[in-house]
T-cell receptor
Framework: SAVISQKPSRDICQRGTSLTIQCQVD?????MFWYRQQPGQSLTLIAT?????????ESGFVIDKFPISRPNLTFSTLTVSNMSPEDSSIYLC??????????FGEGSRLTVL | DQQVKQNSPSLSVQEGRISILNCDYT??????FLWYKKYPAEGPTFLIS?????DKNEDGRFTVFLNKSAKHLSLHIVPSQPGDSAVYFC????????????FGAGTILRVKS
């Protein structure tokens, strides 16, 4: 298993601003992902955070809106840029150690006014 | 295009009885299936998984059944306990798709005491 810490756990932001969410893992992991859960909806994969290279984004998500950093095998950040109320979601960092399942952080609940 | 569907948004069960949560999928390439449980203000936690080479996997009170011909899986919780009240997500992945997890929309389980 892996212990994942996310910061901030929640925040209220103004439209047009940007927020960076941090994810720290207690062990080195190759596979790290960022998910979003919009109100009442499922978890949607935003991107795979690749160590030392650009993140791989899923359809519908772009780097300009969700820039991701992965400087090492235990840490990543996701920035939500130029926020609008539609970005109000729970953002989740997750990792996959050698086994098949994903482990999730507690999530960062973002409210955009 | 919802590849993983949980058609029941909520389920209410009496304590001690069986809870059955259902999940359907459309992509025949999926070969690994997982169930996650999520409490409010927490990240999803892994519950149980099943590979497509099996039709049943059991772990304590939790059993997952897979019917590949029907593209259907279910999670059985016996006996249900009030602490099981949570949102349950079904997820699926395929080696051919980079093992990315695709999640259903979730089912809210309420276990009444």
């Amino acid at each position: 298993s892996a212990v994942i810490s996310q910061k901030p756990s929640r925040d209220i932001c103004q439209r047009g601003t940007s927020l960076t969410i941090q994810c720290q893992v207690d062990s080195q992991v190759t596979m790290m992902f960022w998910y979003r859960q919009q109100p009442g909806q499922s978890l949607t994969l935003i991107a795979t955070a690749n160590q030392g290279s650009e993140a791989t984004y899923e359809s519908g998500f772009v780097i300009d809106k969700f820039p991701i950093s992965r400087p090492n095998l235990t840490f990543s950040t996701l920035t939500v840029s130029n926020m609008s109320p539609e970005d109000s979601s729970i953002y989740l960092c997750s990792v996959r150690p050698s086994t098949g399942e994903l482990f999730f952080g507690e999530g960062s609940r973002l409210t955009v006014l | 295009d919802q590849q993983v569907k949980q058609n029941s948004p909520s389920l209410s069960v009496q304590e001690g009885r069986i809870s059955i949560l259902n999940c359907d999928y459309t992509n025949s390439m999926f070969d690994y299936f997982l169930w996650y449980k999520k409490y409010p203000a927490e990240g999803p936690t892994f519950l149980i998984s099943i590979s497509s080479i099996k039709d049943k996997n059991e772990d304590g009170r939790f059993t997952v059944f897979l019917n590949k011909s029907a593209k259907h899986l279910s999670l059985h919780i016996v006996p249900s306990q009030p602490g099981d009240s949570a949102v349950y997500f079904c997820a699926a992945s395929a080696m051919g798709y980079g093992n990315k997890l695709v999640f259903g929309a979730g089912t809210i389980l309420r276990v009444k005491s």
